[in-house]
């Protein structure tokens, strides 16, 4: 960081000091008490986002974001500012070049274990940025290693090593010990480093999601997703009326796992799950491969939702993802028209696709403007079906189009033929 950079948060945190109140002082409902470092007190709203935009500002220096968290960086900076609170007489221009010099030399590597639910693998798997491994007894036992090995390094009172040992052991089994795992490592502090896993680790996931519906039946409703994410339960309710008693029940997902063997990694890599997977690996994606992304986002997002009006309106979402309208044309059409040429090559079957999406966005606006609700179970089948058949041929088109304007480019085109 420029040397003119720093003395400008120099600056600004002894302006922030000199603005600080005892807690609970000041003006308004918002006073912000701050607590760390041993000290207490109240920051003006104005200052408080101020003291932010300095964070703002160290994260985007040299990629930061990618490295340490907003928490990490602000711990730092409050213990700095505590020390112009409390009034002591420091260099406050070294002593932020310093923190500074020790974020640009950080390099520690963190793996993370990630459990995930909703797959049951026969095989491991490298997909996107991660490692899916099964929680097996060899696996287990490297991780129960890792933990002795780093506690017996540690300056802790060696007869408290065993009961510290034995205690992450016990947590880490029962994390761990009955889960797919998400393995990913990266040079980044731990906080930093497992939210990376878990974007890295969800990224992956949607591919499952893409996949389920290609692989089994459209009315499955298989949950793949972090541990703690919605997975698989049973709701019974108990209806009465003046002379009757009866019982209703229905499931919250699908008893059935993600099962990834021989079977489902041929039927993945027909529909191109693993050529999306090389082009998560990728530090620089084609624009066209980020709409490509987009759209399975949108698509893996539908099928999370609990109602089906929220995944319909994520499936629209997809498809003007990939259809985006040219400024003044109607998005409605566009998207009609471009679902029509993609999936068909006669005129038949192109108009019937293009009124049914257009039927498809009647029922979406009804829904955003508080409408009936008139989407049927067919409807939410038949728009998966041509969202994800739509993709299927976006992903075999990544290396013929560079950009998304080259995409529509070629529907521009295929109109006119």
């Known amino acids: 960081m420029h040397i003119k950079a720093i003395e400008n948060i120099a600056d600004q945190l002894v302006e922030i000091s000199k603005a600080a109140l005892p807690p609970g002082k000041g003006d308004g409902p918002f006073k912000g008490l701050w607590m760390h470092d041993e000290i207490a007190y109240s920051l003006p709203q104005d200052r408080q986002e101020q003291f932010n935009e300095i964070i703002r500002l160290i994260l985007k220096e040299n990629h930061f974001s990618e490295k340490f968290t907003e928490g990490y960086i602000s711990k730092k900076l409050k213990s700095i500012f505590a020390d112009l609170i409390k009034g002591q007489k420091i260099d406050l221009i070294d002593i932020i070049s310093k923190m500074i010099e020790e974020l640009e030399k950080y390099n520690e590597e963190n793996t993370v274990y990630v459990p995930v639910t909703g797959i049951r693998m ?28 780093i506690v017996e390094k540690s300056k802790t009172d060696e007869e408290k090593k065993p009961k510290i040992i034995a205690s992450f052991v016990k947590e880490m089994e029962q994390a761990l010990g009955s889960h ?12 930093r480093a497992y939210e990376r896993a878990k974007e890295e680790t969800r990224r992956a996931l949607e591919l499952f999601r893409f996949a389920s519906k290609a692989i089994y039946p459209m009315s499955d409703d298989i949950r793949v997703g972090l541990k703690g994410e919605p997975a698989y339960d049973t709701r019974t309710a108990f209806v009465f009326s003046e002379n009757s008693l009866s019982t209703k029940s229905d499931n919250e997902g699908s008893i ?14 027909e529909i191109g799950v693993f050529k999306v997977s090389d082009i998560l690996k990728k530090d620089n994606q084609t624009n066209f491969e980020e709409v490509v992304l987009r759209a399975i986002h949108w698509f893996s997002s539908a099928l999370q939702q609990s109602e089906i009006e929220n995944s319909f309106l994520s499936l629209i979402i997809a498809l003007e993802t990939i259809f985006t309208a040219e400024r003044g044309n109607p998005i409605t059409n566009t998207v009609a028209e471009g679902t029509a040429l993609v999936l068909a090559k006669e005129l038949e079957p192109r108009k019937m696709i293009k009124r049914r999406i257009k039927d498809y966005y009647g029922m979406r606006s009804g829904i955003a403007h508080g409408g009936k609700k008139t989407i049927l179970v067919t409807d939410y089948y038949n728009l998966i079906n041509i969202v994800g058949s739509i993709i299927v041929l976006l992903i075999e088109k990544t290396e013929e189009f560079e950009s998304h304007k080259s995409f529509t480019d070629w529907i521009e085109e295929t109109k006119l033929k």
Do not use: C
């Open 180 to 191: 797919t795992l998400a393995l990913y490592t990266v040079v980044a502090e731990p906080s």
């Open 256 to 269: 059935r796992p993600f099962e990834y063997d021989g079977n489902t990694k041929a039927r993945m890599d």
């Open 122 to 149: 026969s095989v491991d798997l490298d997909i996107g940025n991660i490692h899916l491994l099964r929680a097996t007894d060899e696996i287990l036992e490297q991780v129960r290693e890792r933990i002795r090995d």
